[in-house]
């Protein structure tokens, strides 16, 4: 996004909020640095601005552009909101205000700001039975997004950072409710839009964008527990989940074959991997290995065997490409039941990869990847003792591998050998671990150990795949 709009102020002062005065009253600045959603906490802000406010029920909807002092011309832009005539107390918190979200989604209004327009989207699933006076609860410990809870029937996935575009969790949620019988993702019930121009109106400053997906309303799963949290807990009783890991592996093939559903749309519709797509894949492999060697810090990292042939991602060409979860990971579940079910959740994909890059098809044992490096990190923070956290991951991995591989016999998204399955799934584990590298240097550095140790297996499975090819 360029700087090419309003000046910004370096630190925004206190505005009255009065009409045709689109500011935040409040240190902008220094608000946003305490807010856990806010991605920008360790960097310093050079400049807050508000671009746009929107009056909701109680509360008001800001949307503010922020420069940094490490970056010149680029912007990231958030979504702030607070309760009317209290300085510093997040709207999300006031139940009332929620239910008034709630509200626009139900009827599907359109509420004009002094320069754009919130837009609410109901979908085919809405309940019409929810009350007008529904309960209202926003969650806890959440980190990029928040979300509110209506009645113990509905939540509501707000994105805080904003990017122009259809954001995948909702198209492929979409996708999911209305042209599947998939039933293991919460069903589509709404959504929130902002669009930086009113109807009839252009802007044309270079940092406005056009239509965001502010929210995502779904089905809520009550008394599911998070993946993560379900399998450390059965690790620290002394019980490998494996039959749970197993029903996941299952899940997981359920969800690409549903996302391989044939339709004439062409955001969704199974495509052919070409070698063109093989090479520019393994092209993005490279650059992720080279990004992971800068963040490690002076760690010797293994060399990797050519991912882009035969002994790599090869296999590939002739499968189908398709949409995926692109970010899957045992937090983007919920165990249900136990683990005897589980339900798969937020299609954002990596955050920290570009939207349209987010959307593109790709081969979906980027999810199995995924979800094997997520085992990882469990058998690292489980607790056992290294002979005992060796021998659990690699029963873990079996067991969830096994049930997807009988799963997916036979689909097209899939190659069709074992071993041109486990050289690509080694390879795409290489990427992950490579990225996991990254995030953790510059967010969780004492955490970095756990991918890098993933890096060196991943190579090490690539290598001896190498040799077998």
């Known amino acids: 996004m360029n700087m090419g709009g309003p000046d910004m102020a370096p630190h925004t002062p206190p505005r009255s909020g009065a009409p045709g005065e689109p500011g935040v009253p409040l240190d902008l600045a220094e608000w946003l640095a305490r807010q856990r959603w806010f991605a920008g906490k360790a960097r310093s802000i ?10 909701v029920g109680q509360g008001t909807l800001y949307v503010v552009f922020v420069g940094f002092a490490d970056t010149v011309g680029e912007l990231e832009r958030y979504l702030v909101a607070l309760r009317a005539g209290e300085r510093a107390v997040d709207a999300f918190d006031d139940p009332a205000f929620c239910r008034a979200l709630l509200d626009v989604v139900r009827r599907g209004d359109e509420v004009n700001g002094d320069r754009g327009m919130l837009v609410g989207r109901p979908g085919r699933a809405f309940p019409a039975d929810i009350p007008a006076d529904v309960a209202a609860r926003r969650l806890e410990g959440e980190q990029s997004n928040t979300s509110v809870v209506f009645g113990d029937r509905l939540i509501m996935k707000v994105f805080r950072r904003l990017a122009d575009g259809l954001n995948p969790d909702l198209e492929i949620t979409r996708f999911l409710t209305e042209h599947t019988s998939f039933r293991g993702t919460p069903r589509l019930v709404g959504a929130l839009e902002y669009h930086a121009g009113k109807r009839g109106l252009l ?13 995502v309303l779904q089905e809520y799963v009550a008394g599911a527990r998070d993946g993560w949290r379900f399998v450390l807990d059965r690790l620290a009783a002394g019980d490998a989940a494996l039959d749970a890991l197993r029903r996941l592996g299952t899940r997981t093939a359920e969800l690409h074959a ?10 969704f519709g199974a495509d052919t991997i070409t070698p063109a797509d093989v090479s520019a894949w393994a092209e993005a492999v490279r650059r992720q290995v080279a990004a992971a060697r800068e963040a490690a810090r002076g760690r010797a990292l293994p060399d990797i065997p050519d991912v882009g042939g035969p002994a790599g991602l090869g296999g590939l060409v002739g499968r189908a490409k398709i949409r995926h979860h692109g970010d899957f990971h045992l ?22 990869r570009p939207l349209e890059e987010r959307r593109r098809k790709h081969t979906p044992l980027r999810d199995v990847a995924g979800m094997l490096r997520s085992i990882g990190y469990a058998a690292a923070s489980g607790r056992l003792a290294a002979p005992e956290r060796r021998r659990w991951e690699a029963q873990a991995r079996a067991a969830y591998v096994g049930a997807y591989r009988e799963a997916t016999a036979g689909a097209a998204f899939v190659p069709e050998s074992e071993d041109a399955f486990a050289r690509a799934v080694a390879v795409l584990e290489v990427e992950k671990a490579a990225y996991e590298i990254v995030y953790e240097a510059n967010n969780r550095p004492d955490w970095v150990e756990i991918p890098l140790a993933g890096f060196v297996s991943a190579t090490e499975s690539l290598g001896r795949s190498a040799g077998a090819a």
């Not at 050079?46 to 009056?55: G, S, Y």
């Not at 996302?259 to 004439?264: C, E, G, I, K, S």
């Open 331 to 352: 937090g983007q579940t919920l165990a249900i039941d136990d683990g005897r079910d589980f339900a798969i959740i937020d299609f954002e994909g990596e955050p920290l």
């Open 46 to 55: 050079r400049a807050a601005m508000c671009r746009d406010r929107i009056r």
């Open 258 to 267: 549903a996302l391989a559903t044939p339709t004439p749309d062409p955001a």
């Open 203 to 215: 802007e044309h400053h270079a940092d406005v964008g056009g239509m965001v997906t502010l929210a």
